[in-house]
Structure formats: structure tokens, C-alpha cells
């Protein structure tokens, strides 16, 4: 079965400082790996995905996650943070032989000035 | 320019008092999904329609149910709600059943039990 960790439930980090959120998954055929922004008062966004190809993924807002297979993780970072980054952040995983996707529990993101 | 809308925001209900969830979309996408997510836990997927195919995952209890009379709208209904139904519900579309096809949520629902 597909399941995915997040170390750190929460985050903080400077204004200005590297954002790095930790994802591990488990999956015994090649994943499919997403990262969904949650805003307060506001639905799941897609950031990014890997399905195939480029192990480097960029996504909206200057996030970016890189697929490593030999440590079965998928971290997002971002270079330097910003206040409007303070959301809530989960990973998920599936595969083609899956008909749905498995979210992390969440990881909030706090930003301090 | 809201894409994915939940009605309700907030709800409360009384401990076996049925209540109904509503979502409505305007991406016209062929799948629409109900999420349940309890405080500090993963959003659980409860089932999803594929147009009128209606597809119920296997721990999803008896107590909910779905309904989705035409693309734009799908409702949750919860037939007796229980203090451990607390929770947000996420509504989710996509264009298409595939996995990697990216999903679009609305606000979700907050559901209170007392």
C-alpha cells in the first residue's frame, strides 16, 4: 500500500530564509508525487507534481521538489521565504495502478518576520 | 471567479440529525470527489462520481451518502451523524479520472456535532 510521511507538523522559518518541508513515501511501483498548498479559509492548490521525466519539478510561487529515488523522497523548497507563504502544506502519492491519491497529514508552514 | 464552491462553510447539526453537504463546481470536469478530513489528519478520500458513475471507496461508512443530479452539483449526505463525523469536508474536481490529473478543491465545510 502507497502511504506518505511528513516530518514536522509545523515549520517556521524566517522571512527571507530557505523553506524546506520533508516528504518520505512508501510505494513498491513508481510514484506519483504531488505537493497542494492549503490558505487559511481556503481550498487544497496544486504547487507541483512528478509523474515521469524530470526528477526536478518547479511549481507555482517559486516552490520547487525534487524526486529522489534511492531516498524515497520528494522534499519542497523555496529559496527564500515570504510571509504569504504561511500555509498549510501536504505531500501525496499514488500510481497508475492506483484510482486514488494518498495525502500526508500536513505540515503548517509559519513564517516569522 | 470561484471555481469549486461548498455551501455551507460552517454547520452544525445534532447528533443523529441528518444533514447535507453541498458542492458546486463551474470547470465543468467529468469527477468530483468528497474528502473527509478530521483535525490533524490527511484528507480521506469517501467517494468520488465519474459522471454519473458513482464510485464508493470500501471504508467509507454506510452513513454517508452522495448524490450528484447533473455535472455541476454533488451533495454529501450524512443520514445520522455522530459526534466522531466531525470534521472538514473537502470537496475536489478534475478534469479526468486519472490519477495525476489535478484535483480542485473548494473551502471545504466545517461540520460541528453536538
Known amino acids: 500500500a502507497q502511504s506518505v510521511t511528513q516530518l514536522g507538523s509545523h515549520v517556521s522559518v524566517s522571512e527571507g530564509a530557505l523553506v524546506l518541508l520533508r516528504c518520505n513515501y512508501s510505494?513498491?511501483?513508481?510514484?506519483?508525487l504531488f505537493w497542494y498548498v492549503q490558505y487559511p479559509n481556503q481550498g487544497l492548490q496544486l504547487l507541483l507534481k512528478?509523474?515521469?521525466?524530470?526528477?526536478l519539478v518547479k511549481g507555482i510561487n517559486g516552490f520547487e521538489a525534487e524526486f529522489k529515488k534511492s531516498e524515497t523522497s520528494f522534499h519542497l523548497t523555496k529559496p527564500s521565504a515570504h510571509m504569504s507563504d504561511a500555509a498549510e502544506y501536504f505531500c501525496?502519492?499514488?500510481?497508475?495502478?492506483?484510482?486514488?491519491?494518498?495525502f500526508g497529514k500536513g505540515t503548517r508552514l509559519h513564517i516569522l518576520p | 471567479d470561484a471555481m469549486v464552491i461548498q455551501n455551507p462553510r460552517y454547520q452544525v447539526t445534532q447528533f443523529g440529525k441528518p444533514v447535507t453537504l453541498s458542492c458546486s463546481q463551474t470547470?465543468?470536469?467529468?469527477?468530483m470527489y468528497w474528502y473527509q478530513q478530521k483535525s490533524s489528519q490527511a484528507p480521506k478520500l469517501l467517494f468520488h462520481?465519474?459522471?454519473?458513475?458513482?464510485?464508493n471507496e470500501a471504508d467509507t461508512p454506510d452513513n454517508f451518502q452522495s448524490r450528484r443530479p447533473n455535472t455541476s452539483f454533488c451533495f454529501l449526505d450524512i443520514r445520522s451523524p455522530g459526534l466522531g463525523d466531525a470534521a472538514m469536508y473537502l470537496c475536489?474536481?478534475?478534469?479526468?479520472?486519472?490519477?495525476?490529473?489535478?484535483?480542485?478543491f473548494g473551502p471545504g465545510t466545517r461540520l460541528t456535532v453536538t
Open positions: 462520481y465519474y459522471d454519473k458513475d458513482f464510485n
Open positions: 501525496a502519492v499514488t500510481s497508475n495502478r492506483d484510482d486514488k491519491i494518498i
Open positions: 512528478y509523474t515521469t521525466g524530470a526528477t
Open positions: 475536489a474536481t478534475s478534469r479526468q479520472l486519472d490519477v495525476w490529473a489535478e484535483q480542485y
Open positions: 510505494s513498491s511501483v513508481p510514484p506519483y
Open positions: 470547470l465543468n470536469h467529468n469527477v
